[in-house]
């Protein structure tokens, strides 16, 4: 008896379960311009379990080979989610850790899922062939490298950074040498998947905290307040700044300079006050008080005079509060307001949905989620976008585990067609329980403590040696991203509606936010045929 019972090559978009039966369909081809990485999987069907190491050839340099993990979720979905998510209802093992090969493979009795990927950057332009033996099976892909480049244009991304939770898994202090060498670790691998902006935490940042505590101090300016004057050192931003170069980061959001949910406080800022270190600002300092003003006025002279003597200052992003509501409207103007007169010319942005604090003209970039943002589409220049947990039904594109992976992909497609200049997210790493409430173990609590769906509150996972193992929905996301830059290199060679005509096919559908084919062989066939547009237009 033959021990492999079926084996075939699929698609990335494709999740398999452990109850699930093999696919149908095989992935016969793929293709991928020079400066883009693209992904498939290997489904190995079992009768028992065995120990193999697959057989490659091919004439692809640097493939990459994953095994795809199953991960627990008590928390797949909240119970306002709706329409079309996996299971969303019951706990359960989802398919997202991608853990490295290194050497035999186990195969378990059932499905086992391999994840591959092809890095275009390490190969030269051509059709190539991918042969996979294992056992008695031999499989095979053919995958072409287009001679052009993504074009990713000015857009900026982030998925915000959390050192604190660094320091907190891993157990080592702020600031030390440990902590610089795993944070550029985790850096370098989201900017290798599509970030070119990180959460830098001037202060340590006012975000998920619950009223009254605080997150572990990572404040990289240094503040001293001697005989009613103040003065800062900048040591530990520069040493960020150039970590974040060497990561090929360009863009700094500074941390948000109140409270979350309405500006109402101060975040927790230290300083050595007289020779003594202690915390001047928090819970405590209400957002309009004198002597908070009088420090944010003082810290912005130097702050400016910093980033535009380094000539950064196209590259800074003011917060004053995170997704601030209706009810806030007041205190948050009066923030923003003040935030405005110190850093005019600098880029003030700011996650909310409701279009009247942009309507009032109090915030002057806002961030709106993807299920409000038709409020503000060709009423804002340089939009964002941005989800989180509670974008959960009306099909809008997100992360979640239960999701289908095309919900996670499709944005990129939206993204080109709505011109939108960048996107955020909340959570690259957060290891903490909702409102920062100690530390969870995220290879075992996966909803923040059973308070946001599995998927929101992180997208890789800490390894042993202070780098990060990939989750599939990180490789998913960053497709999103590359199929809008490949559309934005067509766009230059043959125009933006020959773009939307692939993408709607001519007309057959009108894609927006809520609405697009919820279908991978749709969004697959749709971003070959525009590679095959662009190769042809380089071939003209």
């Known amino acids: 008896m033959n021990i492999i019972k079926d084996m075939k090559i699929i698609s990335s978009l494709e999740k398999i379960y452990d109850c699930d039966k093999m696919p149908t369909e095989a992935l016969k081809s793929l293709s991928l311009l020079r400066n883009e990485k693209t992904s498939f999987q ?19 340099k640097g493939l990459r080979i994953y095994t795809v993990e199953h991960i627990k979720s008590d928390l797949p979905m909240n119970k306002k989610g709706t329409d079309n998510y996996f299971r969303f209802s019951k706990s359960g ?7 490295p090969v290194e050497g035999e493979v186990c195969f378990k009795k059932g499905i086992t899922v391999l994840w591959f990927e092809i890095d275009g950057a390490l190969n030269e332009a051509g059709k190539k062939k991918i042969e996979i033996k294992l056992s008695d099976k031999t499989v095979s892909v053919d ?40 944070t550029e670790n985790f850096l370098k691998t989201a900017s290798d998947y599509g970030m070119n902006c ?65 500006a109402k406080h101060a975040p927790k800022i230290m300083a050595t006050v007289d020779g003594k270190y202690k915390q001047i600002f928090g819970w405590k300092t209400r957002a309009n008080s ?45 923030a923003s ?13 700011d996650a909310l949905s409701d279009f ?11 961030i709106p989620a993807n299920d409000h943002i038709d409020k503000f589409l060709g009423k804002v220049e340089n939009l964002w976008v941005y989800y989180c947990g509670a974008q959960n039904k009306d099909y809008v594109a997100n992360r979640f585990f239960c999701n289908e992976s095309v919900r996670t992909r499709v944005i990129g497609y939206q993204m080109f067609k709505y011109d939108i200049k960048g996107f955020l997210q909340w959570g690259y790493n957060f290891y903490f329980k909702r409102l920062s409430k100690g530390l969870i173990d995220p290879y075992t609590v996966t909803d923040a403590g059973g308070y946001f769906a599995s998927g929101d509150s992180f997208i890789v996972y800490p390894a042993k040696d202070g780098t990060p193992y990939h989750s599939l929905r990180l490789k998913v996301f960053n497709d999103a991203l590359q199929d809008m830059a490949a559309l934005n290199t ?17 007309g057959k559908h009108n894609l927006t936010f809520k609405a697009y084919p919820h279908d991978d062989k749709w969004l697959l066939s749709t971003r070959e045929a525009v590679n095959a547009a662009i190769k042809a237009k380089i071939s003209e």
């Open 42 to 60: 290997l489904a190995v069907e079992a009768e028992e379990e065995f120990k193999g190491t697959p057989e490659i050839t091919t004439s692809i």
């Open 93 to 99: 093992y989802y398919p997202d850790l991608l853990l």
């Open 143 to 182: 995958a072409e490298i287009i001679g052009a480049d993504l074009d990713f244009k000015d857009f900026v991304y982030t998925c915000w950074f959390h050192t604190d939770c660094l320091m907190s898994y891993y157990k080592f202090d702020a600031f030390s040498d440990e902590y610089w060498r795993v």
């Open 198 to 262: 990180v959460l830098t935490p001037i202060f340590t940042p006012p975000l998920d905290t619950a009223i009254g505590k605080e997150r572990p101090t990572v404040q990289l300016v240094d503040v001293y307040l001697n005989k009613g004057e103040y003065t800062f050192n900048f040591d530990k931003l520069t040493q960020w700044i150039e970590m974040a170069h060497r990561c090929n980061i360009t863009y700094f959001e500074l941390s948000h300079f109140y409270t979350q949910w309405g």
């Open 290 to 334: 004198r002597k908070y003003k009088n420090f944010l006025a003082a810290l912005s002279v130097e702050l400016k005079k910093y980033f535009e003597a380094r000539n950064l200052k196209d590259k800074v992003l003011i917060h004053v509060s995170d997704e601030p509501a209706k009810s806030g409207l007041r205190a948050y103007s009066k």
């Open 337 to 349: 307001g003040h935030i405005h007169s110190l850093y005019e010319g600098y880029k003030i942005v």
């Open 356 to 366: 009247s604090f942009y309507e009032k003209k109090i915030v002057s970039n806002p």
């Open 490 to 506: 067509l766009s230059k060679l043959a125009g933006k509606e020959a773009c939307l005509e692939i993408i709607e096919e001519n």
